[in-house]
């Protein structure tokens, strides 16, 4: 997820920096996010599950790229997951 300067201020106003859970209470607000699509899709494993959301098992790079995802844009595409179950 690229921020635009908007997004930046306003990230760093609530005390994320470029979409990074930074506090606890941050951290705590991410997973929250994570176990509330998890719960949507119970057959899925966790490993299996953040990597559908970082578009899938076959994309060579898909490990490097939850490495260096920040939270924001993994609960965010976590989210989108969520959105299309039925």
Do not use: C
């Not at 719960?39 to 953040?50: A, I, S, V, W, Y």
């Not at 970082?54 to 490097?64: A, K, L, P, Q, S």
Request: proline share 2%; charged share 30%; hydrophobic share 40%.
């Amino acid at each position: 997820m690229v921020l635009n300067e908007e997004e930046v201020g306003k990230h760093t106003k609530a005390g994320i920096v470029a979409g990074r859970a930074i506090s606890a209470e941050q951290k705590r607000a991410v997973i929250e996010r994570i176990l509330a699509v998890w719960e949507k899709n119970p057959q899925l494993r966790l490993g299996q599950l953040l990597v559908n959301t970082m578009n899938g098992i076959d994309d060579e790079h898909t490990t490097r790229r939850i490495f260096y995802v920040e939270d924001e844009e993994l609960a965010q595409r976590l989210e989108l997951l969520k959105a299309w179950q039925p």
